[in-house]
């Protein structure tokens, strides 16, 4: 069974920084796909960016490309997402999901919500 334990969220003003953290344990074998969604009320949960560990390839929605990176530290089974340039339309509420032993893409589009197995809490992020 896998835990995942998200942090690093707060309030910022547009422009300002956040750095999310996606803490992990439990049974990761091998490599795996972990990515960062976000929600508001009312609304689906949108991916943001998704890395493959062991191998590092990212993918990440036009919204955020250039101002959002996603990292792993192997050492620590953690998964960051550094988030600068914010903006109002960030906020929302983040999530970090793990497929183990999976790709990340799926029939040659970006593994979706629906295709991850574990899911934290999620932290949330306001941007004003």
């Known amino acids: 069974h896998v835990q995942l334990v998200e942090s690093g969220g707060g309030s910022v003003q547009a422009g300002g920084s956040l750095r999310l953290s996606c803490g992990a344990s439990?049974?990761?074998?091998?490599?795996?796909?972990v990515g960062w969604f976000r929600q508001v009320l009312g609304k689906g949960r949108e991916g943001v960016a998704r890395?493959?560990?062991?191998?590092?390839?990212?993918d990440y929605v036009d919204s955020v490309k250039g101002r959002f990176t996603i990292s792993e530290d192997n050492a620590n089974d953690t998964i960051y997402l550094q988030m600068n340039s914010l903006k109002p339309d960030d906020t929302a509420r983040y999530y970090c999901a793990v497929e183990p032993g999976g790709s990340c893409s799926v029939g040659g589009r970006p593994r979706e919500a629906s295709h991850f197995s574990y899911w934290g809490q999620g932290t949330q992020v306001t941007v004003s």
């Open positions: 439990g049974s990761i074998y091998g490599d795996a796909c």
């Open positions: 890395i493959l560990t062991g191998v590092g390839t990212t």
